[in-house]
């Protein structure tokens, strides 16, 4: 999981995970990641690799490779997105008084959502597209 969550720090820019040295603190961090792995496997399609977890949140499946772990980062980004875009501080616009920049930052992040998950099923596809690297 390491590796799958280093991918997926690797595409979003966030200072709120900072992680501590102290591991109790750094709990809610991983619950969150995981959540967003668990989502993002709905819709990664078909897996060449099983995504069970033992224990201890590590892949049981040994094959899993660098391919998959991409694709996976890139949905996880995805719901990154929809829950930064989602949040209420920029929900909150939308009942208040009208202020037309903040609708424009709302349509922007609504269009940073769509492309994200543009981009995830892109890599998703190329995914389809080879095994092991060949076409």
């Known amino acids: 999981m390491e ?5 997926f720090l690797n595409r979003i820019e966030s200072d709120i995970y900072e992680l501590s040295l102290v591991p109790a603190e750094n709990e809610w961090i991983y619950a969150e990641w995981k959540q967003f792995f668990l989502s993002s496997i709905q819709l990664f399609k078909f897996p060449r690799a099983s995504f069970d977890l033992d224990a201890e949140n590590n892949f049981i499946d040994s094959k899993i490779k660098n391919s998959e772990i991409q694709v ?3 949905f996880m980004r995805y719901f ?3 829950q930064q875009v989602d949040s209420w501080e920029n929900i909150k616009t939308q009942y208040s008084e009208s202020d037309f920049s903040q609708a424009n930052i709302l349509k922007e992040l609504q269009n940073l959502k ?17 095994l092991s690297g060949k076409p």
């Not at 590796?3 to 991918?7: D, S």
């Not at 769509?114 to 080879?130: D, G, V």
């Open 80 to 82: 990154w997105i929809c």
């Open 3 to 7: 590796e799958l969550y280093a991918a």
């Open 114 to 130: 769509k492309t994200s998950l543009e981009e995830a099923r892109y890599a998703e596809s190329l995914y389809y597209r080879s």
């Open 72 to 74: 996976l980062a890139g």
